[in-house]
């Protein structure tokens, strides 16, 4: 099991263009969340998804931001008209059964980041 | 809204020695869990333990331990017979049970260990 598998792992633009990170779960795991963490900082919740839908976004910015996860083919964040604000690691997360349910299964698991650097 | 805080931003201990991460939150709620979790340089997010609030039994995981003082909403991780390869930064996390915020983890600042050989 390759686990949760991100890339890029380092992804540089310069200002006003657009980042796009993208995420695999791992095997059999069909909930995906974003973190993103700033330099010297925890990692704060961004959204949560499951295949085709946007469970819950209260973490992402209102504007720029947006992310999917198709139903074929891996979560994808997209930021678009990148400023240097948005340089940080941008964590994704899976689990194999949703946070309502027991929790004992509702176990995170990682990727290990993908680090966007905003010139 | 859940708070984590960590308040030792920096730790240090020698090899085979025993260190205590501090970790207090903050919650209205009676029913969550917690978690620490490890960074290495690599970046990767490890789980190290978790514990349900609900259980009174501190949880344990080989050299890794947790003191959980409900009342006082503090939860600390004890690391025995500290090696070179426990070096990293260590977050502690909370999760609610409710519904309504089961989403979503509230991460602390953070505690960066460092193990002296």
């Known amino acids: 099991n390759a686990g949760v598998m991100q890339n890029p792992r380092h992804l540089v633009r310069r200002r006003g263009q657009e980042a796009r990170l993208r995420c695999s779960p791992m095997?059999?795991?069909?909930?995906v969340y974003w973190y993103r963490q700033l330099p010297e900082e925890g990692l704060k919740f961004m959204v949560y998804?499951?295949?085709?839908?946007?469970?819950?976004e209260s973490g992402m910015p209102k504007e720029r931001f947006s992310a999917e996860f198709p139903k074929e083919g891996p979560s994808i964040l997209r930021i678009q008209q990148v400023v240097r604000g948005d340089s940080a690691a941008y964590f994704c997360?899976?689990?194999?059964?949703?946070?309502?349910?027991?929790?004992?299964?509702?176990?995170?698991?990682f990727g290990a980041g993908s680090r966007l650097t905003v010139l | 809204a859940q708070t984590v805080t960590q308040s030792q931003p920096e730790m240090s201990v020698q090899e085979a020695e025993t260190v205590t991460l501090s970790c207090t939150y903050d919650?209205?709620?009676?029913?969550?869990?917690l978690f620490w979790y490890k960074q290495p340089p690599s970046r990767q997010m490890i789980l190290v333990i978790r514990?349900?609030?609900?259980?009174?039994q501190n949880a344990t995981e080989n050299r890794f331990s947790v003191n959980f003082q409900k009342a006082a909403k503090s939860f600390s991780l004890k690391i025995s017979d500290s090696q070179l390869g426990d070096a990293a930064m260590y977050f502690c996390?909370?999760?609610?049970?409710?519904?309504?915020?089961?989403?979503?983890?509230?991460f602390g600042q953070g505690t960066r260990l460092t193990i002296n050989p």
């Open positions: 998804l499951q295949k085709e839908n946007i469970i819950d």
């Open positions: 514990q349900e609030a609900y259980k009174q």
């Open positions: 997360a899976s689990s194999p059964t949703g946070p309502y349910t027991f929790s004992g299964a509702n176990v995170l698991t």
């Open positions: 996390a909370y999760r609610s049970a409710a519904v309504q915020g089961a989403q979503k983890l509230v």
């Open positions: 919650t209205s709620e009676s029913d969550y869990y």
């Open positions: 095997k059999g795991h069909s909930h």
